[in-house]
């Protein structure tokens, strides 16, 4: 016997979410919250922050997996798919219309300057971003210690993304065992009422498929869902093709984004811009704002990079169609590990959560997401405010050194004024994303642009 909920009826409700997927995981994880928790009912609050918490302890989306996992309780695969599924193509579907309209209109006057606000406004984002998590997860020495350590080894020793957070992860075990008071596991645990839900007892009591046969299947499933269009697409083109490069990259990228896609978008701005040369770091700052104000994950941003790139390298193929495939490869590249982390995973997640080592490697991640964010912010704040920026290398460090007489005052204080309206006056995201838009406009009459 079922629990009653029919897959269309919970399609509603997944649905619901997504077109309401604006303002951050913080924000998308309140809505699911209160469409699945306070107003339906079907799940509790204590289920809900367990979901919650081993979706933080995976590389991706954690809204976009948590909604998958809640799917998947539900009804199982298929249940995860449609609610994953659904969650995701809002965002695919704006990103793609904003990628066409930016390559085909961005030079007209009120565009450019409409971007260039956005692109101003979206530093008020970050920063607040950094507040917020510096806030939630830097209550300990030793986390303030690896957030800074982060920051460092990012933004003047330019240390690759993946070693910072592996490292990250190993001082947390190593100190858990060492020093369990100063490396502890941090929150996770629900701070609402222990409300039940209407399907709790019924899941309660169903039987978990843990056996080894089941967990090769997903995985190899998993795999090659996630790989296939990849090996397809350099057999037909070759291993050098720009379409092969895209995909290789952001498949590693999909692997490396804890903490949500703040913290793995400098490293991608760094790669793309700086040793790649797909787009410039005017071109990354106007996908990070598109992104901003598109429903769903963040790190859809990625399929406008991959957009972009295949756009200025189209090879024998028009721009359009290269950019178009690239949008579509690196946006199933990036999505497609997520459900497989809860296919493959969600039996064994009860387990992993008891775990007090995994939680202390968790909260020492989380703190080092905290530098990747700030380095994200200077690097924008740089780029944003300054025509031009060199990377100026004395010793080990490579320094970004922005050249003085190249300030752009306008940029400067639409940026400071966000940054007071949302940090200062917890003003919420798009009105704030809309007001630079209006600014810029603004600038670019009065520049005469």
């Known amino acids: 016997m079922g629990h ?18 604006f303002g951050g995981p913080a924000g998308q994880i309140a809505v699911m919250h209160k469409v699945v928790v306070d107003e339906r009912g079907w799940i509790g609050d ?14 991706g989306p954690e809204a976009h997996q948590l909604v998958t996992y809640l799917g998947w309780l539900m009804h199982g695969v298929r249940g995860g798919l449609l609610a994953g599924g659904l969650f995701v193509l809002p965002g695919f579907v704006s990103i793609l219309v904003l990628s066409l309209a930016y390559v085909y209109l961005r030079d007209l006057g009120p565009v450019a300057g409409a971007l260039f606000g956005v692109k101003a406004a979206v530093l008020a984002i970050v920063i607040e971003a950094v507040v917020r998590l510096g806030k939630r997860v830097l ?46 596991a941090g929150g996770g645990a629900s701070k609402r009422g222990e409300q039940v839900g209407s399907i709790d007892a019924w899941l309660d009591a169903q039987p978990i498929d843990t056996s ?45 984004t804890f903490g949500g896609a703040y913290s793995v978008l400098a490293w991608v701005a760094q790669a793309a811009v700086v040793e790649r040369g797909w787009l410039t770091a005017g071109e990354m700052l106007d996908g990070l704002g598109l992104a901003e104000t598109t429903p769903g994950p963040l790190i859809q941003v990625v399929q406008f990079v ?39 995973g969600a039996p064994y997640i009860e387990r992993l959560r008891a775990n007090k080592a995994w939680g202390a490697a968790l909260t020492a991640v989380t703190a080092a997401v905290v530098g990747a964010v700030l380095n994200l912010g200077v690097w924008l704040a740089l780029h944003v405010t300054f025509a031009t920026v060199e990377q100026v290398s004395m010793g080990p460090m490579r320094l970004h050194v922005p050249e003085w007489a190249t300030v752009d005052p306008a940029a400067l204080v639409i940026g400071l004024v966000a940054t007071v309206l949302m940090v200062g006056r917890g003003a919420p995201m798009l009105p704030v994303l809309a007001g630079g838009a209006a600014a810029g406009v603004v600038v670019s009459l009065v520049r005469g642009v």
């Open 139 to 184: 209550g300990s020495a030793s986390s303030r210690v690896i957030a800074v350590s982060a920051f460092l080894a990012l933004f003047a020793f330019g240390v690759p993304f993946p070693v910072v957070i592996g490292t990250a992860a190993a001082i947390g075990l190593i100190g858990h065992r060492v020093a369990p008071a100063h490396f502890k």
């Open 212 to 256: 080894v046969g089941r967990l090769v299947r997903t995985s190899v499933i998993g795999l090659a869902l996630w790989f296939g269009p990849l090996v397809a697409v350099a057999a037909l083109l070759g291993p050098d093709h720009l379409l092969v490069d895209l995909g290789a990259f952001f498949a590693q990228a999909a692997v490396v």
């Open 306 to 344: 991959g957009f972009m790139a295949a756009w200025h390298q189209p090879g024998p193929w028009s721009p359009l169609g290269s950019a178009l495939a690239a949008s579509v490869l690196v946006a199933w590249v990036t999505f497609v590990p997520s459900f497989s982390w809860i296919f493959v």
């Open 46 to 59: 204590a289920r809900f922050a367990h979901a919650l918490g081993y979706c933080m302890l995976l590389p």
């Open 4 to 21: 009653g909920i029919s897959l269309r009826e919970a399609g509603g409700a997944w649905i619901r979410i997504a077109a309401s997927s």
